[in-house]
């Protein structure tokens, strides 16, 4: 996979060189390349921003750098001119956009180039957006509902999401099927040795070998935890595929089974 992080902080982005994303490069497993926003600017200033048409605090990233950033990364892949072959997918972090997840960042993970576009101040030139879609596949993306001062942190949460997917990244891809939103689920807690610590005991049917019981243990965990933490990812969750003692648990969690999907009863506890 090739990824090019546009940015007017490239420093922003060094820890992409650590850890499990660092290895992926020097396995030639990911080919990532981090570009400063200026260096496309023509002006003696380096200008990225200018003042908001129609009023308003702060700035606005000026359109013509972000051309010329886009159209260098677009045509230095493969040689490839902008508009010739498949489309590279562009992903611009923002408050403002569709809400990255988990199957997003897979989605993602089979693109052969994605190229991040990282905003500051008031974010960028409309116009941008609408030049670009020549070009690429244009993808707003937000995390959550909260405002970051620019792109640069979600881009690391997304390039991180998204290359850990990678094969041979995860030294052990079964750590991939067990985890979080693997399944629409939270996790089931986790334990380690001691099995006594500070007068508090790992959960029993865990020391019990028993594999059959502990599976059952630690399915109800996460049934459990997600309608506690999460309720929104459990109504509608397709019940279609979903054994008895699955389905008897959710009915004590407050969840019914509707047209083939989890409904939450209307007395069920509060969020
Ligand atoms: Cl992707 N960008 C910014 N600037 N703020 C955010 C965000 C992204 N997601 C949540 N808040």
Not at 45 to 61: E, I, K, L, N, Q
Not at 115 to 132: N, P, Q, S
Not at 179 to 202: A, C, F, I, N, Q
Request: hydrophobic letters at 40%.
């Amino acid at each position: 996979m090739r990824i090019d992080v546009v940015s007017i902080f490239p420093e922003y982005l060094a820890p992409l060189e650590l850890s499990l994303i660092g290895k992926a490069r020097q396995d030639g497993l990911l080919d990532l390349l981090v570009h400063d926003l200026r260096d496309f600017t023509t002006d003696r200033h380096r200008t990225v921003d200018d003042t908001p048409y129609g009023g308003g605090a702060g700035m606005v990233m000026k359109a013509e750098p972000w051309a010329q950033a886009l159209a260098a990364v677009a045509e230095g892949y493969s040689g490839r001119a902008p508009g010739d072959g498949a489309k590279p997918v562009l992903i611009v972090p923002s408050p403002a956009g569709k809400r990255f997840t988990q199957a997003i960042a897979h989605e993602l993970a089979d693109e052969e180039q994605l190229v991040f576009a990282c905003g500051r101040y008031e974010g960028i030139d409309e116009r941008v957006l609408e030049w670009a879609s020549e070009h690429f596949t244009v993808r707003p993306m937000s995390l959550g509902d909260y405002v970051l001062n620019g792109g640069e942190v979600a881009v690391l949460a997304m390039v991180e999401a998204i290359v850990r997917l990678l094969p041979g990244v995860v030294g052990n891809p079964e750590s991939l099927v067990e985890e979080s939103h693997s399944d629409g689920l939270l996790e089931y807690p986790v334990y380690t040795k001691p099995s006594s610590w500070r007068d508090r005991e790992v959960p029993p049917v865990l020391l019990s070998g028993n594999h059959g019981k502990i599976a059952q243990w630690r399915r109800h965990q996460q049934f459990q935890r997600t309608a506690e933490r999460r309720p929104d990812l459990l109504d509608g969750f397709d019940a279609g595929a979903l054994p008895r003692a699955d389905r008897t648990a959710l009915a004590d969690l407050g969840y019914d089974v509707v047209d083939g999907r989890l409904k939450r009863r209307a007395d069920a506890t509060e969020d």
